[in-house]
């Protein structure tokens, strides 16, 4: 019950495009859904994160949106640029759990 | 505001060996969380610590311990060291009103030959 499972594996858009990652979840006692994004060096930074009372959130080119009966949320990029290319991670958790990482996403945005 | 902040930044150690890596979390934060990141791989979640005790405890061998200091900062150690624990260790400090996010340090780039 605690599996995520993240898609793609990586992905590259060209400037200007839209990227559309997506997590899936088995542990329905999970009610927050973060998404992390890392560069090469450093560690993962809170990008944009939701609760299940909402369908989705906006916050400037990044938009979470969450399936609550479907057990999935995915993340999208608009007007990708080279400067998002990192790798992004879904981490959904409960105060309750063990926080759980998907695999990963490598995004290479092209000029 | 200081972020999570850990050192050292880099390690070399050899199989068999002992270490210790250290963890300062954002002030105010009492929650401390390790993972072990492996290259290409998500973080793996190793020990959680609040108000200096174990409330969660991952996939991980004996060999791995941990502990908070009353200041809330907090040590990762690793016994009888082996090839497999390379890796990108990693803390994140959390706080504790209300359901709120974790903020990662970037780690500390362990490297076992």
């Known amino acids: 019950q605690q599996q995520v499972k993240q898609s793609p594996q990586s992905l590259i858009v060209q400037k200007g495009g839209i990227s559309i990652i997506n997590c899936a979840y088995e542990?329905?006692?999970?009610?927050?859904f973060p998404w992390y994004q890392q560069f090469p060096g450093k560690g993962p930074a809170l990008l944009i994160a939701?609760?299940?009372?909402?369908s989705e959130k906006k916050e400037g080119r990044f938009t979470i949106s969450f399936n609550k009966s479907a057990k999935q949320f995915s993340l999208h990029i608009m007007d990708s640029q080279p400067g998002d290319s990192a790798t992004y991670f879904c981490?959904?958790?409960?105060?309750?759990?063990?926080?759980?990482f998907g695999t990963g996403t490598r995004l290479k945005v092209l000029a | 505001d200081a972020g999570v902040t850990q050192s050292p930044t880099h390690l070399i150690k050899t199989r068999g060996q002992h270490v210790t890596l250290r963890c300062s979390p954002i002030s105010g934060h009492k929650s401390v969380s390790w993972y072990q990141q492996v290259l290409g791989q998500g973080p793996q979640f190793i020990f959680q610590y609040y108000e200096k005790e174990e409330r969660g405890r991952g996939n991980f061998p004996d060999r791995f311990s941990a502990r908070q200091f009353p200041n809330y900062s907090s040590e990762l150690n690793v016994n009888a060291l082996l090839l497999g624990d390379s890796a990108l260790y990693l803390c994140?400090?959390?706080?504790?009103?209300?359901?709120?996010?974790?903020?990662f340090g970037d780690g500390t780039r362990l490297s076992i030959l």
């Open positions: 994140a400090s959390k706080s504790t009103t209300g359901n709120q996010p974790q903020h």
């Open positions: 939701i609760r299940p009372d909402v």
């Open positions: 981490a959904p958790f409960s105060g309750t759990y063990k926080y759980i």
């Open positions: 542990n329905t006692a999970f009610d927050y």
